[in-house]
Antibody
Framework: QVQLQESGPGLVKPSETLSLTCAVSGYSISSGFYWGWIRQPPGKGLEWIGS???????HYNPSLKSRVTISVDTSKNQFSLKLSSVTAADTAVYYC??????WGQGTLVTVSS | DIVMTQTPLSLSVTPGQPASISCKSSQSLLHSDGKTYLYWYLQKPGQSPQLLIYEVSSRFSGVPDKFSGSGSGTDFTLKISRVEAEDVGVYYC????????FGQGTKVEIK
């Protein structure tokens, strides 16, 4: 059973960098598939942030591309998200996923001073 | 950028009755590899989205056969043959042919 678990600070100050990690169990990231991040502002819909292949090849949402970095650590079977220069508009539940099928439970990140 | 448009945005259904949700994309979702990467998810209240349908019409493991997907090109449909209380939530379509994009979501409730 593939399981994903997000971790990271729940509160980030404006203009700082949001950093989250997704630990994967039950499947080796090195074996394939795209892995990614999706967010959901309170009471709103889903927004794809970006994805990474096990080889390190990345794709980012054009609207966030200038601020997003996704990386993978196959030795730890985890991948990470960095979103820079955050504002209140970046407050959301952040999900990591094996794109298509499996999602983490999500973690709420609030941007506030 | 691909825009995914779902209709209706909300649906109130009598238990045991069918329901249908439409999802239209601004460009064809037929990939050069011959597959069409169109997914359907259900997000139940307070939960993460769960995959129902992948590649237009294939049911994910454990998904009951009352859920079915159809369509091609730019027009896709999710059908629920008999809506039950456990089907309440927000349904999203997502395309994965040209990067990834979600529809706005369709909220399904029971009458």
């Amino acid at each position: 059973q593939v399981q994903l678990q997000e971790s990271g600070p729940g509160l980030v100050k404006p203009s700082e960098t949001l950093s989250l990690t997704c630990a994967v169990s039950g499947y080796s990231i090195s074996s394939g598939f795209y892995w990614g991040w999706i967010r959901q502002p309170p009471g709103k819909g889903l927004e794809w942030i970006g994805s990474i292949y096990h080889s390190g090849n990345t794709h980012y949402n054009p609207s966030l591309k200038s601020r997003v970095t996704i990386s993978v650590d196959t030795s730890k079977n985890q991948f990470s998200l960095k979103l820079s220069s955050v504002t209140a508009a970046d407050t959301a539940v952040y999900y990591c996923a094996r794109i298509g099928a499996y999602w983490g439970q999500g973690t709420l990140v609030t941007v506030s001073s | 950028d691909i825009v995914m448009t779902q209709t209706p945005l909300s649906l109130s259904v009598t238990p045991g009755q069918p329901a249908s949700i439409s999802c239209k994309s601004s460009q064809s979702l037929l990939h050069s590899d011959g597959k069409t990467y169109l997914y359907w998810y259900l997000q139940k209240p307070g939960q993460s989205p769960q995959l129902l349908i992948y590649e237009v019409s294939s049911r994910f493991s454990g998904v009951p056969d009352k859920f079915s997907g159809s369509g091609s090109g730019t027009d896709f449909t999710l059908k629920i043959s008999r809506v039950e209380a456990e089907d309440v939530g927000v349904y999203y379509c997502m395309q994965g042919t040209h990067l990834w994009t979600f529809g706005q979501g369709t909220k399904v409730e029971i009458k």
